[in-house]
């Protein structure tokens, strides 16, 4: 009787790798701008001028003589190239009742750009 030989044919395996993927973390807005640091930082400014911070990042000692705060603080905005903000003096919000305000007993103001996604 004839014997049946069976050929066994080899398959290519492809070794898969797993690579280690790093996650992103997601920081809160809140964490990058910080209006009141955790030690507050004691300002002095000469008369008639304010420190200014934008997004966080001094832009230095700027001259403030018969400003009002509203039109000070939208001179800066659209020197740095912002549309929509928000202002902290000296740590605190200001609202649009501080526009006509002068800016005399302030040392430091700081402007936030809001977020424009749709």
């Known amino acids: 009787m004839p014997t049946k030989t069976v050929v066994k044919k080899k398959t290519a395996v492809k070794k898969i790798v797993k690579k280690a993927v790093k996650k992103a973390v997601a920081v809160p807005v809140t964490e990058v701008f910080s209006t009141s640091p955790a030690h507050p930082e004691t300002v ?5 001028s304010v420190l200014l911070y ?29 549309r929509t903000f928000s202002v902290y003096i000296d740590g605190r919000k200001a609202d649009t009742s501080d526009a006509n305000k002068t800016l005399e007993n302030v040392s430091k103001v700081e402007l936030v750009a809001k977020d424009a996604r749709g």
Do not use: M
């Open 44 to 48: 002095s400014v000469p008369r008639n």
């Open 54 to 82: 934008v997004n966080g990042r001094k832009r230095g000692t700027i001259d403030t003589s018969g400003k009002k705060l509203g039109e000070f603080v939208t001179a800066q905005a659209q020197n740095a190239g912002i």
